[in-house]
């Protein structure tokens, strides 16, 4: 079975704990303060996404025991890339909510090939809201150029709240969670990524010509299971 799965959620329960992943080999449960641990995470100094507006390091900040991803009005915001789990398979958990969302800022947790190379343009988006400030996806690209280059799930969710976005990937399948419910799952070989792959956090920024308001993505710990 491929795409979306129906599923309800319940708020604050793990995939991890429903479904016995055992111990936590790798993440951060951002229990500090400051700039994200360098020895954990490398934060984006560059322009945005698709060259629009500006990635800060000043954007990032690990307050009240979460990492704070801040979006301003002028479209400069933030993203960090994990250095921590470079790997082919296991198992990634995350949990993360938003401010009140402007549309014009897309916050996705995701895992992105290492090195910034795959033959077939792998990327595992797997908690990612567009404009619609009331839906998560999960989207799973698997090629470069043609037409259809990816499979995808949509769920109706409140994105200001605490929810828990996981992903299992085994030689089989990807499968992912909402709170503990599996709501996508890709069994299809060529859909599968070829390389290892690592945690991002990022909020994006899409303008569309109106005039944008401050957004938070705010990730309260990203663990890496078996």
Not at 142 to 148: I, K, V
Request: glycine fraction near 8%.
């Amino acid at each position: 079975m491929d795409g979306a799965v129906a599923a309800t959620v319940a708020p604050n329960v793990q995939a991890a704990v429903l479904r016995n992943w055992g111990p936590v080999v790798a993440g951060d449960e951002f229990n500090y303060l400051g700039a994200p641990n360098p020895l954990k995470w490398k934060v984006y100094d560059s322009v945005g996404h698709d060259g629009n507006g500006i990635r800060s390091p000043k954007a990032v900040k690990i307050i009240y025991g979460a990492a704070f991803i801040t979006g301003d009005a002028n479209g400069t915001t933030g993203g960090m890339s994990a250095r921590f789990a470079q790997q082919k398979y296991g198992r990634w958990e995350t949990r993360m909510r938003t401010t009140v969302r402007d549309v014009e800022y897309h916050p996705v947790v995701l895992l992105w090939p290492n090195d910034n190379n795959s033959p077939n343009c792998a990327e595992i988006d797997y908690a990612e809201a567009l404009g619609n400030v009331n839906v998560i996806k999960f989207s799973l690209h698997y090629a470069c150029t043609r037409s259809n280059f990816q499979t995808r799930a949509a769920k109706a969710i409140d994105l200001t709240q605490w929810h828990n976005y996981a992903l299992e990937w085994t030689r089989t399948g990807i499968t992912g969670y909402i709170d503990g419910v599996p709501w996508f799952i890709d069994t299809n070989p060529a859909h599968l990524p070829t390389v290892g792959m690592h945690q991002t956090l990022q909020l994006d920024w899409f303008p569309d010509g109106t005039v944008t308001t401050q957004t938070q993505m705010i990730v309260d710990w990203v663990r890496v299971y078996r």
